[in-house]
């Protein structure tokens, strides 16, 4: 899967927790965001802004693009096969967008019991912003043996546009 070509995420049912509904646009991409409020690790659900538009960039012409936005030093990490890696309890290096590019990874909130436990798949992404001085402890990671996980930090200062729901997104249709 080449995660430049992402597609929108068209969202459909009730966000995690809460009795809120997701208006879709087909132009908007929801992602799960790890935050940092009042010193815990939570999940919201972000609407990224501005949304897709049709590309006009050689090579993706006529096809939904979506700009991430300012982007520092990426990092490939490769998760050694075997048994799962657990990544203990941390918090975001960087403000950064996530994609998992495969394998499996599982998130908890030890500080925030009510957020259920967040499941990332091969292709999704995800922003982690729960960085130290936002939460106490923040998030703990669990990912499959084998897994590889894309790091693209923000820029100094960039925090992508965004909606905000409470609670975690519900599960995306591609």
Known sequence: MNL???IPFLISGIAADTNHHITTDNTTLWVNAIVGKNGVSTAECWGIQPGFVVSTQPGTVGNQILQLGSLSNGSYTVFPQGPNVD???HNAPNPQWVALLSGEGNVNFPQ???TPNLTINAGDLLIAVDTV????????????GGSVVLQMPFGVGFVPDHKTIEGACPKTHH
């Open 133 to 144: 001085g936002t939460s106490t402890i923040g998030h703990r990671t669990v990912w499959n």
């Open 87 to 89: 990544a203990g309890l």
């Open 112 to 114: 925030s019991p009510a």
């Open 4 to 6: 430049l070509f992402i």
